[in-house]
C-alpha cells in the first residue's frame, strides 16, 4: 500500500483495537505511516499485535495499554502514553464496543446496561480526554465509532442500538469544536461486519444476521480514512454499507422551532459561545495538566 503523506508519524490513539475493526484500522494506520496507541481489555491480543507491526518496522510504531474505556484513569492514562511515547497525539478512535444478548431484554430489572456504558458513556469520555490533548496539539479529528443502528431501530439489540444513536448524537453535537479546538469529529457507522461482536447478537434460531449482506472491511476502512483525511468532513456520519461508503447528512431542524427572534439574537448557532468555550477549554487543560 502507498503511504498517504498526510499520515506519516501522525499518532492515533484506537480504542477496541486488539480484534476486529479496530485491529483492522490500527493496521491500516500503521501502514499509512502512523503511530498508534491501542487501549483494549483485551491483553494479549493486543500486545501480539503490537509485537508484529514493531518487528517489520526499524523503530517502535505501535504501543498497547490495557485500557477499560469506562474508566476515566484509563482514558487518561492511555492518551498520556500516546504523549509520551509519541510526542502527542492527532487522531483518536473512539472504537471499543460490545452488544448485550438480545434476552437481557426481560432479565432481572436491576444493574446497570454494560452496552451504554461501554458504547456510549465510554465513548464519550474518550472525547473528552482526546480534545484536551488534540487541542494541545494545536488541532486533530476524532472518529467514533457507531453503526447504522445509530440511525434505524434495530429490535433484536436495543441496548446497543440506544447507544449507537446516542454516539451519533454526541458526534453531532460537536459542531463547535473546530472553531473552539480546531478539532474535527466524525462517527463511522457500518452495517454488519464479519467480526466476533456478531455471535453475541444473533438469537439461535433467529438467524438473522446469518442471511443479513455484510460490507467488506476494506470499505469500513475507507470510510475511516474518509473521516480522518478529508478536511471537510466535520460532524459527519459516515455509513459504510454493503455497496460502499456514503456521508448521510444530519436533517435540520423543523422550520417551526426556529423564530426570527432567535435567528437575530444569533440563537440558532453557536458562534456567540466560542470565545467562552475556549476559555472554559484552556482551564479544563490546567486542571487535567495536559
Ligand atoms: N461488526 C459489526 O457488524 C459492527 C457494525 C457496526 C458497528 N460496529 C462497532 O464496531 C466497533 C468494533 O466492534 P467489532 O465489530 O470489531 O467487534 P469485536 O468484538 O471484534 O471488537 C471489539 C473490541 O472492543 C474491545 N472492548 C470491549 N469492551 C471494552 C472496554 N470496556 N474497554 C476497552 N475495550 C473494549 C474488545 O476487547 C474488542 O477488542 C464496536 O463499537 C461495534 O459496535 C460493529
Redesign the pocket.
Known amino acids: 500500500m502507498t503511504q498517504d503523506i498526510k499520515l506519516k508519524n501522525k499518532v492515533a490513539v484506537v480504542?477496541?483495537?486488539?480484534?476486529?475493526?479496530?485491529k483492522a484500522l490500527v493496521t491500516a494506520l500503521v501502514e499509512q505511516g502512523a503511530k498508534v496507541v491501542i487501549?483494549?481489555?483485551?491483553v494479549n491480543?493486543g500486545e501480539e499485535l503490537v509485537k508484529a507491526l514493531n518487528s517489520k518496522q526499524p523503530d517502535n510504531v505501535a504501543v498497547f495499554v490495557r485500557?477499560?474505556?469506562?474508566s476515566w484513569d484509563d482514558n487518561k492514562k492511555l492518551f498520556a502514553t500516546a504523549e509520551k511515547e509519541f510526542g502527542g497525539v492527532d487522531i483518536a478512535c473512539l472504537?471499543?464496543?460490545?452488544?448485550e444478548h438480545p434476552q437481557t431484554l426481560f432479565g432481572p430489572l436491576e444493574g446497570e446496561s454494560m452496552t451504554l456504558k461501554?458504547?456510549l458513556d465510554?465513548v464519550i469520555k474518550g472525547n473528552r480526554v482526546a480534545i484536551l490533548h488534540l487541542a494541545k496539539r494545536g488541532g486533530g479529528v476524532i472518529v467514533n465509532?457507531?453503526?447504522?443502528?445509530g440511525f434505524v431501530g434495530t429490535s433484536i439489540i436495543p441496548h446497543y442500538t440506544a447507544s449507537?444513536h446516542g454516539v451519533v448524537g454526541w458526534t453531532r453535537s460537536m459542531q463547535p469544536m473546530i472553531d473552539v479546538a480546531n478539532v474535527r469529529v466524525n462517527a463511522v457507522?457500518?452495517?454488519?461486519?464479519e467480526?466476533?461482536?456478531?455471535a453475541s447478537i444473533d438469537v439461535p434460531g433467529v438467524g438473522f444476521i446469518d442471511v443479513a449482506p455484510k460490507v467488506p472491511m476494506e470499505t469500513v476502512m475507507d470510510a475511516y480514512m474518509t473521516a480522518i483525511l478529508d478536511e471537510s468532513q466535520h460532524c459527519q456520519t459516515i455509513i459504510a454499507l454493503p455497496d460502499g461508503v456514503r456521508v448521510e447528512p444530519a436533517f435540520n431542524i423543523w422550520a417551526s422551532c426556529v423564530t426570527q427572534e432567535m435567528v437575530e439574537a444569533k440563537m440558532v448557532d453557536y458562534k456567540e459561545e466560542v470565545e467562552a468555550w475556549k476559555s472554559d477549554l484552556k482551564e479544563a487543560r490546567m486542571r487535567a495538566n495536559i
Open positions: 480504542t477496541g483495537g486488539s480484534k476486529g475493526i479496530g487501549g483494549d481489555i483485551l491480543e485500557t477499560d474505556v469506562t472504537n471499543a464496543g460490545i452488544s461501554i458504547n465510554g465509532t457507531a453503526s447504522a443502528a449507537k457507522c457500518p452495517y454488519w461486519v467480526t466476533d461482536i456478531l
